[in-house]
């Protein structure tokens, strides 16, 4: 019996978004959205304040893999920036983790007919984990 898995991309957000870093990350992103079906999560540890060019980012991210079938969720978002983005109407657009562990199981829950969870969630590359992005196999 074969189980296939689908990566869940891992993306940190940066603290304050500039135009020449939104390129950089959504060119970072057009890699990954080769898959089907792309899943991402996206870390906004780093995210003090929601302001447009961060809203913007989401929403691009968002609107790339929604093209593709795929489906965003942020994870630790603080608690300014959650008030911020249900304010907005986005949590109607994103669905919101408290941890980037728990976006990364929300991927899992009933897709994998209760494989112990050493079986759901592999590092695939370590090298970019050090970088700040890192790749989860689902």
Do not use: W
């Not at 899943?39 to 989401?58: G, H, M, P, W, Y």
């Not at 489906?71 to 109407?89: C, I, T």
């Not at 986005?90 to 009933?110: C, K, M, V, W």
């Not at 050493?118 to 050090?130: K, L, M, P, Q």
């Amino acid at each position: 019996m074969t189980i296939r898995t689908r990566a869940v991309r891992v993306h940190h957000v940066p603290a304050k978004v500039t135009s020449a870093e939104e390129r950089a990350f959504l060119q970072d992103l057009q890699k990954y959205l080769e898959s089907e079906r792309p899943r991402f999560v996206l870390d906004c540890s780093k995210v003090q304040e929601l302001d447009n060019a961060t809203i913007n980012l989401l929403l691009a991210c968002l609107e790339e893999v929604m093209k593709r079938n795929g489906d965003v969720r942020l994870a630790s978002v603080n608690s300014d920036v959650e008030a911020a983005l249900r304010f907005m109407g986005a949590n109607r657009l994103f669905e919101i983790y408290p941890t980037t562990d728990g976006a990364i199981q929300s991927f899992h829950q009933g897709s994998a007919n209760n494989l112990p969870p050493a079986f759901e969630v592999e590092a695939i590359n370590s090298a970019e984990a050090v970088n700040g992005d890192s790749e989860f196999a689902a």
